[in-house]
């Protein structure tokens, strides 16, 4: 038995609607805040700060001191190194109330004194949404340098 024409048009269009609010939804849910670089650049991009690279680290003894003795004695604290777009290295401080949330951060060359940072996200991507934004982000490449 053969479906009839409209048919066959109501199962396409009904598949092609899918797919695009499927892409929509992707589009534009927003960023995940994975990491402590993440949430820093949040911050910079509301200020309209342009920035290649965002590293943060922790280093010795509040590394040390925060482990050991806990976030009610040591604060998680670390240094922030941004790469502006123009090539600038700006440092900076990063503090937490622990490793996650409650964080402020300070880039005083930026003129960000303090500044409160969205909480880091303790949920983990799933792993197609993690392929489809690298596919994204190469697609989006190749179609800036052909």
């Known amino acids: 038995m053969r479906l009839p024409r409209y048919v066959l048009i109501l199962i396409t269009a009904s598949t092609a609607a899918c797919i695009l609010a499927a892409a929509a939804l992707v589009a534009l849910r927003p960023r995940p805040i994975a990491s402590h670089a993440d949430a820093i650049a949040v911050v910079l991009e509301q200020r309209g700060i342009a920035h290649e690279r965002i590293i943060t680290a922790q280093v010795w003894p509040a590394a040390v001191n925060y482990y050991a003795y806990g976030p009610s004695v040591y604060p998680y604290s670390a240094t922030v190194s941004v ?13 937490c109330a622990d490793d996650r949330r409650r ?16 909480d880091i996200s303790s949920v983990r991507p799933l792993p197609w949404m993690i392929w489809v934004q690298r596919l994204a982000e190469l697609v989006q490449l190749n179609v800036s340098n052909p």
């Open 83 to 95: 790469t502006l777009s123009n090539g600038d290295v700006v440092p900076g401080s990063l503090e």
């Open 103 to 118: 964080c402020r951060v300070t880039i005083a060359r930026l003129g960000i004194d303090r500044e409160p940072i969205p």
